[in-house]
């Protein structure tokens, strides 16, 4: 009984002293202890970019989206509450895009909407499945489309759109994030894109889905999606595309693979 006991503190100290170091090396490297449990489990079981990611790289995307959740207000709509791992999970999207950016958390838009399934908009008289409206600093997400987005990946994903148009009009909206995105790759990106979406309206490009050659901000989200989930056919469809928008986030999925 007695060596039970003393094996039992042994153990005891070592994992308290373990617990010490690791505290120690998330001061040291600036990381904050972040999200519970259960919410690392989620993201773990259902979030492939961050599986992907290298263990103290994994540490800082928890610790973004635990404060990414926490400066935003999730509101349900039609349902009846927004479960913590949903926010978990619709955090993570908007942390997976601006993950090459030091501290850019979509600070304009603090209010996330949740349906359960699409919803009808006053603003165009139509059913969507997600918007962003930055007249009331809003995102607003179907639930079941954000999830069959992440269920697979075929370049078509609701939150990585979304977050996409957020992030594009973060850049510009005055506040603290304001000009994040470099001035060049910009320019350049918009004299690629504006000659794929000739080539999209015109049916010669198969890569983009149709929708892509709608206008500059549309195309930027469907290049997102594809930038994330189908980064190699996109860097094969068009190189020089692909790494500027590379340059644009400030990170390259292909890398992660």
């Known amino acids: 009984m007695l060596w039970f006991l003393l094996i039992a503190v042994i153990i005891f100290g070592v994992v308290v002293y373990r617990s010490h170091l690791f505290q120690q090396f998330l001061a040291a490297e600036g990381i904050k202890p972040s999200l519970n449990k259960e919410e ?48 978990v999970l619709i955090s993570a999207s908007a942390v997976q895009i601006a993950f090459g950016f030091a501290d850019v958390f979509l600070a304009h838009f603090d209010r996330i ?39 697979t990946e075929e370049g078509l994903n609701l939150g990585l759109h979304e977050m996409a148009h957020a992030l594009q009009l973060e850049n510009v909206i005055m506040n603290d994030e304001f000009g994040f995105m470099d001035e060049d790759a910009i320019k350049l990106w918009q004299g690629l894109a504006s000659q794929e979406m000739r080539l999209i309206r015109e049916g010669k490009s ?40 590379a340059d644009l986030l400030q990170q390259d999925p292909l890398l992660l693979r």
């Open 206 to 245: 198969t890569f983009f889905r149709s929708y892509a050659g709608t206008n500059h901000a549309e195309f930027f989200a469907v290049a997102v999606e594809n930038f994330f989930e189908r980064p190699k056919e996109f860097s094969e469809h068009h190189s020089a595309l692909y790494k500027t928008l």
């Open 40 to 87: 690392l489990y989620s993201l773990q079981k259902h979030f492939a970019y961050y599986r992907a990611l290298p263990p103290k790289s994994q540490r800082i995307f928890a610790y973004r989206v635990n404060r990414f959740k926490k400066l935003t207000e999730f509101v349900p709509r039609h349902m009846g509450e927004v479960t913590s791992e949903m926010e």
């Open 113 to 151: 909407i949740v349906y359960p399934d699409q919803f009808f908009s006053t603003a165009d008289q139509r059913y969507h499945k997600g918007e962003v409206n930055p007249a009331m600093a809003v995102i607003v997400i179907s639930w079941r489309h954000f999830v069959e987005g992440y269920a």
